[in-house]
T-cell receptor, first 120, second 114 residues
Framework: NAGVTQTPKFRVLKTGQSMTLLCAQD?????MYWYRQDPGMGLRLIHY???????AKGEVPDGYNVSRLKKQNFLLGLESAAPSQTSVYFC???????????????????FGPGTRLTVL | AQKVTQAQTEISVVEKEDVTLDCVYE???????LFWYKQPPSGELVFLIR??????QNEISGRYSWNFQKSTSSFNFTITASQVVDSAVYFC???????????FGAGTQVVVTP
């Protein structure tokens, strides 16, 4: 199993350009997440998805859009890149246990290798 | 709102010394989960441990141990007899009942010198 993969690994954009980051997981996980990592700030949640066809905003969603057309893929788009979006982007996937009527427990997230994006 | 505080920005030790990383959290959820992740210089995030809020037993895994104290809202991590390979950034994280979303601390850089 490849786990969680991200493409590309590195990218340099000019201000105003657009791009899409692709995340894929082969673990059949329900939940997928996009985080950004900036120096001294840990990781911050951008958007997340709790299932195919669903997405929701995280802590820092502005300037980003996402789509999850297939369960195994989660795409992060930058429509008009800005220098403030220079960061390392991590995708993660996870799963839960429990059904309706039971206590649902959430498990650890599995992270991809990251994409280093520079916006000039 | 949830919050995770890792007050130590960087800790430097000499090999074989013990090092303890502090993590203090805030949450209003009665059920929550605490995690530690390691980020070595290569950049990937490596899962170390997950702890449920209703399980306060401490855990030991090799040279790693974790001390969970609900009374002080802390989940500290100790590396015993540190090695150079332990040099990394360590993140403490918290998730509540909302879809497993993680709130990360700022991370603690551990530098182990020979």
């Amino acid at each position: 199993n490849a786990g969680v993969t991200q493409t590309p690994k590195f990218r340099v954009l000019k201000t105003g350009q657009s791009m899409t980051l692709l995340c894929a997981q082969d673990m059949n996980h329900e939940y997928m997440y996009w985080y950004r990592q900036d120096p001294g700030m840990g990781l911050r949640l951008i958007h997340y998805s709790v299932g195919e066809g669903t997405t929701a905003k995280g802590e820092v969603p502005d300037g980003y859009n996402v789509s999850r057309l297939k369960k195994q893929n989660f795409l992060l788009g930058l429509e008009s890149a800005a220098p403030s979006q220079t960061s390392v982007y991590f995708c993660a996937s996870s799963y839960s246990k429990g059904t309706s009527g039971e206590i649902i427990t959430y498990n650890e997230q599995f992270f991809g290798p990251g994409t280093r994006l520079t916006v000039l | 709102a949830q919050k995770v505080t890792q007050a130590q920005t960087e800790i430097s030790v000499v090999e074989k010394e013990d090092v303890t990383l502090d993590c203090v959290y805030e949450t209003r959820d009665t059920t929550y989960y605490l995690f530690w992740y390691k980020q070595p210089p290569s950049g990937e995030l490596v899962f170390l441990i997950r702890r449920n809020s209703f399980d306060e037993q401490n855990e030991i895994s090799g040279r790693y141990s974790w001390n969970f104290q609900k009374s002080t809202s802390s989940f500290n991590f100790t590396i015993t007899a540190s090695q150079v390979v332990d040099s990394a950034v360590y993140f403490c994280a918290l998730s509540g009942r909302s879809w497993g979303k993680l709130q990360f601390g700022a991370g603690t850089q551990v530098v182990v010198t020979p």
